[in-house]
């Protein structure tokens, strides 16, 4: 019991440190979502179709990009957490690794529910500068008006979305830890299998992104991402105390 | 994206993000984590906020809004069928996927007893009601077919054609017409859940045209010469 409150208790005040060290992540955020924001006003998807008569250019906007940007954001978030410099740093607190980890995760949670909240409300940036810089006789009233359980829905699959990228960031960078070559050896891997059975990527796509159920796609989210992190943890213990 | 371009975006994007990066401690050796904390809640605050006014900016302006069908919903897969079925006059008015787009009437000559048609470029579907009586008019009326972008219906946008009577010969002419529309989709991670997230390019893309249908109610005694075009006469119910 003793042990467990001091193990708690030494990992919130790493994650407290590592919070404060790694606070400037939020401009890099921010940054990024901006610049999302900027390719998001040219349209997302467009179509051309003529008739006889009749001429239609349609534009679709939405705040993907956005989104997207903030996926490779954190993905490369996990894998700071995990480069050499954070490691040495926490050889300079009193920690082990499963302290070490433990904050690492909460710093992670943290900033997923920083950028998922903030990537879903940017959208809504998109369509104010819209309002207000577009011919309005052009834009489609559907979809510019906010609805509060649309939003809370999009938050939180936005956050698990990132807590699944953060811990395959996370797995990664433990991996580059353990041998360099997995630097290459990942993305490798990803290409090999869809050149050689494209349909197990597909699948394994699909397992998350076609869910329609939200309770079912919350389950396999955090239950996959458990597992991965748990691979991370596990990984690294078997790894030199200084590496 | 091409095979070429996903990579070059990923590797700009890597690059930007790298670069961001540095921007970020280089903005952090003169910014505290305070201050890093209190430009974080401005940004998140500015976010709500901007869901606030969203929320009540006025809706007038808006140049689409959706149609709502009054004689009942037509479904899209219906598009193609609506005007096979149109064999009175009461057909136009409950068929529920026509939209009556303009409605003119010409005074005739009572000596007239012939009505010419010029040449319809536009090949529209000309249909044709003799009325019980001879009242010196020609009641025009045109109609459209449903025309869809993805799941919406944008058929109130269609111009209707130009109609023109001039010393006993009607002309109907196709307007030229260009729509940019520029339309809100759902969030990807929202799409989800209503099944629209399945691999399918074709997917809220797809769009109908809105074909022109013209009525014609003609004096009872009037005799039409068609000339090149398709006529179509109506049963008187």
Not at chain 2, 162 to 184: A, C, H, M, R, S
């Amino acid at each position: 019991m003793s042990l467990n409150n001091n193990l708690l208790s030494i990992a919130s005040r790493q994650y407290v440190y590592k919070l404060k060290a790694n606070s400037s992540g939020v401009y890099s955020l921010i940054f990024i979502q901006v610049l999302a924001l900027l390719f998001s006003l040219s349209g997302i998807q467009s179509m051309s179709s003529v008739s006889e008569t009749l001429r239609v250019n349609v534009k679709y906007f939405s705040a993907d990009i956005i989104i997207s940007f903030t996926f490779i954001w954190i993905f490369f978030m996990s894998l700071r957490l995990t480069s050499i410099n954070s490691k040495t740093m926490d050889f300079t607190l009193v920690t082990n690794r499963l302290s070490s980890h433990l904050s690492n995760i909460g710093l992670l949670l943290t900033t997923i529910i920083f950028g998922s909240i903030s990537s879903s409300l940017m959208g809504f940036v998109l369509k104010i500068i819209m309002y207000f810089a577009f011919d309005r006789s052009q834009i489609g009233v559907n979809g510019f008006y906010p609805v509060f359980s649309d939003i809370l829905l999009g938050i939180i699959t936005t956050g698990l979305y990132m807590t699944l990228i953060a811990s395959m960031g996370y797995l990664l960078g433990i991996l580059i830890q353990i041998h360099v070559l997995f630097v290459v050896l990942y993305p490798a891997a990803l290409f090999g299998l869809e050149k050689v059975n494209p349909q197990m990527l597909k699948l394994s796509f699909d397992f998350f992104a076609s869910e329609t159920s939200p309770l079912l796609f919350a389950i396999r989210i955090i239950l996959s991402s458990l597992i991965v992190f748990s691979l991370s943890c596990l990984l690294s213990n078997r790894m030199e105390v200084r590496k | 994206m091409s095979i070429i371009g996903l990579p070059i975006a990923v590797a700009i994007l890597v690059v930007v993000i790298m670069l961001a990066r540095k921007l970020g401690t280089i903005v952090v050796t003169f910014m505290s984590w305070r201050k890093s904390a209190i430009i974080a809640g401005v940004y998140l605050l500015g976010l709500i906020l901007s869901v606030v006014i969203a929320a009540v900016l006025p809706n007038h302006g808006f140049g689409l809004m959706e149609r709502s069908h009054t004689g009942g919903g037509i479904q899209k897969g219906n598009v193609w069928t609506t005007s096979y079925s149109i064999r009175t006059q009461k057909d136009f008015e409950s068929q529920p996927g026509l939209y009556l787009n303009s409605r003119q009437t010409f005074k005739i000559d009572q000596r007239a007893v012939k009505l010419g048609f010029a040449p319809n470029p536009g090949h529209f579907q000309i249909y044709v009601e003799q009325k019980e009586a001879d009242d010196g008019k020609i009641d025009v009326s045109t109609y459209s077919t449903p025309f869809y972008v993805g799941e919406t219906d944008y058929t109130k946008l269609l111009q209707p054609p130009k109609v023109i009577f001039q010393d006993g010969l009607l002309v109907i002419e196709p307007v030229q017409q260009t729509l940019t529309l520029k339309l809100f989709k759902s969030n990807f991670t929202q799409s989800q859940f209503e099944g629209k997230n399945a691999v399918n390019l074709q997917n809220g893309l797809s769009s109908s045209f809105g074909w022109s249908e013209v009525l014609l109610r003609v004096p009872k005694s009037m005799k039409i010469d068609k000339g090149q075009n398709y006529l179509q006469y109506l049963d008187k119910d």
